[in-house]
């Protein structure tokens, strides 16, 4: 089982699609995954067309309370995907986990996922924190603007420090509200002043991935042949690759 947290320093910039879009990619490569939405607007469950339902409490919630076990909810036509949706109405950034705890639900679940997907608030509020703590490894998404470039030393200091033992798979440059040359030159200069910690994939500017929002569609589902759908499913296997260990490392 491997915990990848899909995170920001900023809100709208499309971290939630991503973190769904990215749980169906693993999913339709055929391994077991999770979706845990930890955002309280709950973005990127509905973006995969669930919502919370009776009997089955949010991912918040759940987490908060030790005595409760992680009820996924199905997603129609994805066998290997399940969901732990947010509930908007419920859900608070202040409340708390226990160490360890996001783990151990996730573990306890039969049969286990191979991967965690956790869509996390663009805050450092407990719950934020906690499950990045609990993260194999993290991957900030960051927008192609001049602001979004602002966030990143102090995003990747607030890791560092906060969550040194969780790893930076990469930084993710989104073209989500980027505008052409400008979004073009801002990636640039990103790539060279942060070259050793950016993903080589990027998502382009691509309007099927909010149209497939618009229907609560996953993005390969809407249009399997439009660019992003190639990034998000390249941005799968380089991830995998990074979760799978080296002959060296498995043995060590």
Request: charged share 20%.
């Amino acid at each position: 089982m491997y915990v990848f947290a899909i995170a920001s320093a900023k809100g709208g910039v499309g971290k939630s699609t991503i973190a769904a879009n990215l749980a169906v990619s693993f999913a339709v490569r055929g391994a077991r995954t999770l979706l845990i939405d930890l955002d309280p607007q709950g973005a990127a469950a509905a973006l995969l067309g669930v919502e919370p339902r009776p009997g089955h409490p949010s991912a918040i919630a759940t987490l908060s309370d030790t005595e409760s076990s992680l009820r996924p909810l199905p997603v129609d036509g994805l066998p290997e995907l399940t969901v732990v949706a947010a509930d908007p109405d419920f859900d608070q950034l202040g409340a708390s986990i226990a160490e360890g705890r996001l783990r151990q639900a996730c573990a306890a679940l039969r049969p286990r996922p191979k991967y965690v997907i956790l869509d996390l608030a663009p805050s450092l509020e407990p719950v934020t924190v906690r499950a990045l703590g609990e993260a194999d490894a993290v991957v900030p998404v960051v927008q192609a603007t001049a602001n979004g470039a602002r966030t990143i030393p102090a995003l990747l200091d607030a890791l560092q420090t906060r969550c040194p033992y969780t790893a930076v798979a990469g930084l993710l440059l989104n073209h989500f509200g980027a505008t052409g040359s400008v979004g073009r030159k801002v990636a640039e200069r990103i790539r060279g002043s942060f070259g050793r910690w950016v993903l080589p994939i990027e998502i382009p500017m691509d309007d099927a991935l909010q149209e497939a929002a618009l229907y609560g569609q996953p993005v390969l589902w809407h249009d399997a042949r439009s660019p992003a759908s190639t990034a998000l499913l390249d941005l799968a296997d380089h991830l995998a690759r990074y979760a799978t260990p080296t002959a060296a490392e498995a043995t060590a």
